[in-house]
């Protein structure tokens, strides 16, 4: 993954060369999904059906995003990406052929044999398993299919154990679990978990809850104020482990919603002498996605990032720079974050996200 210092630069580079390519490239083969996860709103089950693209465009992009610059493609969703059996598997394949990072988002329980060879073949730099909790009883009433808990853990195990055979460090295998009322008292067993699978990581992330259903997993007063000392007790589980977590965001009550955050930049880093005029106004953006990430959604819609994803100009007929450079969206999203002031929806953001983005901007 592109260290910050580096992300830092290539954005600093707008100032000094123009515009400059996205570092990572986010793509969403399709909103299809197998599972019914009641905290989810992108899938098929609440958006409208859309005409995906076809894998001949997504390879297309890949080369586009290749000569544009970019090191790192993720693929998520959306849906469940291995769900398009046609196209994620080769789209996964021409990242690597491209030389560029690789990274995939999965439930876990679509994993057949041919898919596990070639991410070792390939040597596919890391996957991120969405596991809600540490038993079946947890995640599976979650995940809205008995029976996803023991399929994901089982592909996990398979992968971890033929990777270990072959003596490889990749992929890299990490955790995504969402914050809720049914498994917030289970951070420290999902670090053990976490542990046993072989994973590096775990990133523990709060609930978007503005739909009913994500309303009734919504954390109570009384909850919240437990999850403190709860999350130091994890902590010390990962410490011991070695498991790289981002638990320090529940030691605050703004880390445990998602929906009100202020976003904005109450202390600035001062300009430096050799800033550009973009770099000086950036200092106070909260966000700087705008300029080293772009996310292309099944339909070829983009943004800048996961949370306003699809509100952009498409890309499924027109270049994917034309459309980075000049796309109305992006450009709309680079002068609000330029002037301190982000859109609305950005207050539904991830405070890890947010956190990430504050470690690029004090390289800048």
């Not at 210092?5 to 793509?27: F, K, S």
């Not at 990072?101 to 439930?107: A, D, F, H, I, Y």
């Not at 609930?207 to 403190?228: D, F, G, H, M």
Request: hydrophobic share 40%; proline share 8%.
């Amino acid at each position: 993954m592109a260290e910050p210092d580096v992300i830092a630069a290539r954005v600093r580079r707008w100032d000094e060369a123009g515009p400059q390519g996205p570092m990572t490239l986010e793509l969403y083969p399709t909103l299809r999904c197998n599972l019914d996860c009641a905290f989810c709103d992108t899938t098929e089950r609440h958006q409208p059906p859309v005409n995906e693209l076809p894998l001949s465009r997504h390879l297309e992009i890949l080369d586009e995003a290749a000569a544009m610059g970019v090191r790192r493609v993720f693929i998520l969703g959306g849906g469940e990406p291995l769900a398009a059996k046609a196209v994620t598997p080769a789209v996964m394949r021409r990242v690597k052929q491209l030389g560029m990072e690789g990274v995939l988002t999965t439930n876990g329980t679509i994993f057949p044999p041919p898919l596990m060879r070639q991410v070792l073949d390939d040597a596919w730099d890391e996957i991120h398993f969405s596991v809600d909790g540490p038993t079946p009883e947890i995640h599976d009433a979650l995940r809205g299919v008995a029976g996803a808990f023991r399929r994901t853990v089982t592909h996990i195990c398979q992968l971890k154990v033929a990777r270990d055979q072959r003596g490889l460090a990749h992929p890299r295998i990490a955790l995504h679990f969402v914050l809720t009322n049914r498994n917030h008292r289970t951070l420290a067993a999902m670090v053990r978990l976490a542990h046993a699978l072989g994973a590096f990581r775990v990133d523990f992330d709060s609930l978007i809850a503005y739909r009913p259903e994500q309303r009734a997993l919504a954390l109570s007063p009384a909850q919240a104020a437990e999850v403190p000392d709860i999350a130091r007790s994890a902590l010390r589980v990962a410490d011991e482990l070695g498991i790289v977590t981002t638990l320090e965001r529940f030691l605050e009550p703004a880390g445990l919603e998602r929906g009100r955050l202020d976003v904005r930049v109450h202390d600035p880093a001062p300009p430096q002498p050799d800033d550009g005029p973009l770099t000086a106004a950036l200092r106070s953006a909260p966000c700087l996605k705008a300029w080293h990430y772009l996310v292309v959604q099944a339909d070829g819609r983009t943004s800048p990032c996961c949370v306003l994803a699809g509100a952009g100009e498409s890309v499924a007929e027109r270049p994917l720079q034309e459309v980075w450079r000049e796309g109305a969206f992006l450009q709309r999203v680079r002068a609000g974050m330029a002037a301190g002031e982000p859109l609305p929806r950005c207050r539904e953001c991830s405070p890890n996200i947010l956190a990430h983005e504050r470690v690029i901007r004090s390289h800048l």
